[in-house]
């Protein structure tokens, strides 16, 4: 994996028409640059350090589906490289973070809806399910406090319950939340799709944990019953339904984030937040 500021290998720039990279992230699973196209205009050109992309190659079918103004739009992917054309920020997440707090949320529903709405419902893409195989078969160790296990065996009823009896089910773009959604000049686009197929209500559960980089979001049950309202509406779903998918992917974001360490229990509260919501 290239370290962050270095710049991709010559052979892909060559093959995909850019030029002039910049680095802009790193993490363990992808670098992304800002790059120049041959054709003109700018682009994001990501290298995963895995060759077949991970769970994320679907993602841009899902994304390459929809109809322009909707998404970034793939321009090509190659094994292990994907480049999209360059989204100007800010996100919505950065909306959110400067206080437009209801603005951000609305025109997430709105986005929410448009992508129900605009993908081919005929689309193949990998089902949501086994992506809770990492919840519900979690074993854990009694060294974890007891609210901890308490609260995760919940979910897990919550999502053995939800797997079971998915309805609606059709292509999602599997991770939409505030800070995957450019607000362009030319209306609001997603982007960093993981392109599932799963029941309709689930596309806005991982939106409710977001956006990143606002502590008191967590746990905050009064928006958390806002959201609710505003999101069931948004997408046409069951309000209680809608919750209980928020609480079973809160809970799965946390198991595929445990590393042993002190932050493992951080999002608990916002975790029995959600099962609250969800149960009443």
Known sequence: MNQIGAPPPTEILSDFGVFDPVAVSSNRSAQIWKVRLDAGGFGALKIYAV???????????????????????????????????????PSLGDRFRDGHCADADGALGRIARRLGQDIPQSLVLPPLAPWFADLTGLRLSTARSAA????????????????????????????????????????????????????????????????????????????????????????????GRLLAWAAAKCALSIVWTLDGSSSDEADLPHLRALLDAAER
């Open 148 to 239: 901890f296990r308490q609260a995760i065996a919940r979910a897990v009823r919550l999502a053995d319950d939800l797997i079971n009896t998915q309805t609606a089910i059709g292509p999602l773009h599997g991770d939409l939340h505030h800070d995957n959604v450019i607000a362009t000049p030319d209306g609001d686009m997603a982007f960093d799709a993981k392109g599932i197929l799963g029941e309709r209500t689930f596309e806005l559960a991982n939106a409710f944990r977001n956006p990143k980089g606002v502590p008191k979001l967590r746990g905050d049950r009064q928006l958390i019953e806002q959201r609710a309202d505003r999101w069931h509406r948004d997408l046409d779903v069951d309000r």
């Open 51 to 89: 060759p077949d992309m991970g769970n994320e190659r679907s993602g841009f079918a899902y994304l390459a589906a929809l109809p322009d103004g909707a998404a970034a739009k793939v321009v090509r992917t190659r094994r292990n490289v994907a480049l999209l054309r360059w989204l100007e920020e």
